[in-house]
Nanobody, 118 residues
Framework: QVQLEESGGGLVQAGGSLSLFCAASGRTFSADIMGWYRQAPGKEREMVAT???????NYAESVEGRFTISRDNARTTVLLQMNSLKPEDTAVYYC????????????WGQGTQVTVSS
């Protein structure tokens, strides 16, 4: 079992910055992927950014160049730095950790609200 604890988020004006932090506890293995997803009202959950244990990153096209994801494998933590925020970035952001190889796992955080005012 893995637990994800999220922090950060909140209310910010357009053009501002916020950071989201997530820490995983419990039994984890190498070669897993940590990332952030978001869900806006009336929309499906979508990938925002992911980072592998090897440091390979992947970003949604809508946040490329504005958001940066980083990971500290020693502490199994992940940080999402969000700059130049737009009202359309408003959503509940969820931390995720998953491992597509045996032993497989897929866990979600409880979500944290990010609201960007225009």
């Amino acid at each position: 079992q893995v637990q994800l604890e999220e922090s950060g988020g909140g209310l910010v004006q357009a053009g501002g910055s916020l950071s989201l932090f997530c820490a995983a506890s419990g039994r984890t293995f190498s070669a897993d992927i940590m990332g952030w997803y978001r869900q806006a009202p009336g929309k499906e959950r979508e990938m925002v950014a992911t980072v592998t244990s090897g440091g390979r990153t992947n970003y949604a096209e809508s946040v490329e160049g504005r958001f940066t994801i980083s990971r500290d494998n020693a502490r199994t933590t992940v940080l999402l730095q969000m700059n130049s925020l737009k009202p359309e970035d408003t959503a509940v952001y969820y931390c995720n950790i998953n491992r597509p190889y045996i032993p497989r796992y897929n866990y979600w955080g409880q979500g944290t609200q990010v609201t960007v005012s225009s």
